[in-house]
T-cell receptor, first 116, second 110 residues
Framework: ETGVTQSPTHLIKTRGQQVTLRCSSQ?????VSWYQQALGQGPQFIFQ???????GRGNFPPRFSGLQFPNYSSELNVNALELDDSALYLC???????????????FGPGTRLTVT | GEDVEQSLFLSVREGDSSVINCTYT??????LYWYKQEPGAGLQLLTY?????DMKQDQRLTVLLNKKDKHLSLRIADTQTGDSAIYFC??????????FGRGTSLIVHP
């Protein structure tokens, strides 16, 4: 049991709609990363949040946005959904120190988003 | 080509050893990882190796790194049906954000 939880587990949306996915980090972790995993692919990095600030972003358009809250829970928001946004969305939490990163990320089970 | 490449499928008999191979392109990779993903689940970090090491062993798992050829392998000894899953190779640099391969689907049959 990793301690990282995500909600909802499954979601169906229509093209053009907006969606919010939620993640609760493992206790004591201060960093959360979000990934998109299309069918048959490896996870693709969307962005990372450290202490409520965006701390790195992958090759995703601005309609993908996020938030990290003081309790280190996090949200991923996607606006103007497209069919290609259908994927498994994974969050991963880790503990990053002031002078060192962490190479151990703990993943949640994911949210399966289907856009029709 | 892809930054991290893996073969897509591997089939082994229960009790045999499995070897999953991976190649990567970035010579500045700092950490190399192996993750496991079971159906309907997130990713589980199995093991990782720092780029200045050439081998790491952890129970049934052995990781070999050939930095010159940018080749990483994961050997699973005495493979069990519970090892059936998708195995992802990943590399990261200073940011610790991993870049994943497409995954190797390991099928273990009796």
């Amino acid at each position: 049991e990793t301690g990282v939880t995500q909600s909802p587990t499954h979601l169906i949306k229509t093209r053009g709609q907006q969606v919010t996915l939620r993640c609760s980090s493992q206790s004591g972790h201060n960093t959360v990363s979000w990934y998109q995993q299309a069918l048959g692919q490896g996870p693709q990095f969307i962005f990372q949040y450290y202490r409520e600030e965006e701390n790195g972003r992958g090759n995703f358009p601005p309609r993908f946005s996020g938030l990290q809250f003081p309790n280190y829970s996090s949200e991923l928001n996607v606006n103007a959904l497209e069919l290609d946004d259908s994927a498994l969305y994974l969050c991963a939490s880790s503990l990053v120190g002031r002078t060192s990163g962490s190479n151990e990320q703990y993943f949640g089970p994911g949210t399966r988003l289907t856009v029709t | 080509g892809e930054d991290v490449e893996q073969s897509l499928f591997l089939s082994v008999r229960e009790g045999d050893s499995s070897v999953i191979n991976c190649t990567y392109t970035d010579s500045s990779s700092t950490y190399l990882y192996w993750y496991k993903q079971e159906p309907g689940a997130g990713l589980q970090l199995l093991t990782y190796i720092f780029s200045n090491m050439d081998m790491k062993q952890d129970q049934r798992l052995t990781v070999l790194l050939n930095k010159k050829d940018k080749h990483l392998s994961l050997r699973i000894a005495d493979t069990q049906t519970g090892d059936s899953a998708i195995y992802f190779c990943a590399e990261s640099r200073g940011s610790y954000i991993p870049t994943f391969g497409r995954g190797t689907s390991l099928i273990v049959h009796p």
